[in-house]
Every structure is written in structure tokens, then in C-alpha cells.
């Protein structure tokens, strides 16, 4: 059973910073596909960033390029997104996603919670 648990959540100001947590845990995820999510309110869920296990390819979202960093710790199983210079409408419910990329199954953490003040 893959277990998804977030971390790092808060409230900060603009321009500020936070790095969020994503612990895996009840698979080798070798042939997964990490991302992260978010889900601002009144909106739909939207994609954040993504990263390969092995961590050697990532992807983002235009709105975080250049202020969001995605990576991996393979010896902790945990993934982490350090978001630098962050703007009020970064404000969401951050979600840790694992792709299992033979079968596009899904998996969900249970969200955590960022709020950027102005």
C-alpha cells in the first residue's frame, strides 16, 4: 500500500520561503513518477512540478519556474519542493502525487496546507 505524507506547510509572507515534504513509504518506487499538486481555493487541482525517482529529470509549471526547486532523497524515500520568493497566489493545498508509470495508477497524500500573505 503506497502512503503519501506532507509535510512543511504554513503561513509566510511574500517573498519569503518554505521547502515541503513528501514521505513515501510501501513500495520501491523506482518506476514511479513524483509530483507535486496543488488546489488553491475555488479552483481546480493543478500541477505543480515532477521529478523521476533517480531524480535526473524535472519539469514545472510556468507559474514556479525559477522560484520552485523539486527533488529526491532516494536513501529516505522522500521527495521535497523548496518554493523560494513565494507570492500570495501561491496559496493552496500542496499535494504529493505518485505516478506509477506502467499502469498511470495514482496516489495522493492527504495535502498540505501554504498560505502566503501579502
Known amino acids: 500500500q503506497v502512503q503519501l505524507v506532507e509535510s512543511g506547510g504554513g503561513l509566510v509572507q511574500a517573498g519569503n520561503s518554505l521547502r515541503l515534504s513528501c514521505a513515501a513509504s510501501?513500495?520501491?518506487?523506482?518506476?514511479?513518477?513524483m509530483r507535486w499538486f496543488r488546489q488553491a481555493p475555488g479552483k481546480e487541482r493543478e500541477f505543480v512540478a515532477q521529478?523521476?525517482?533517480?531524480?535526473?529529470?524535472?519539469y514545472y509549471a510556468d507559474s514556479v519556474k525559477g522560484r520552485f526547486t523539486i527533488s529526491i532523497d532516494n536513501t529516505k524515500s522522500a521527495m521535497y519542493l523548496q518554493m523560494n520568493s513565494l507570492k500570495p497566489e501561491d496559496t493552496a493545498v500542496y499535494y504529493c502525487?505518485?505516478?506509477?508509470?506502467?499502469?498511470?495508477?495514482?496516489?495522493w497524500g492527504q495535502g498540505t496546507q501554504v498560505a502566503v500573505s501579502s
Open positions: 502525487n505518485a505516478r506509477f508509470i506502467l499502469t498511470l495508477t495514482d496516489y
Open positions: 521529478i523521476t525517482w533517480g531524480g535526473g529529470s524535472t
Open positions: 510501501g513500495r520501491t518506487f523506482t518506476n514511479y513518477l
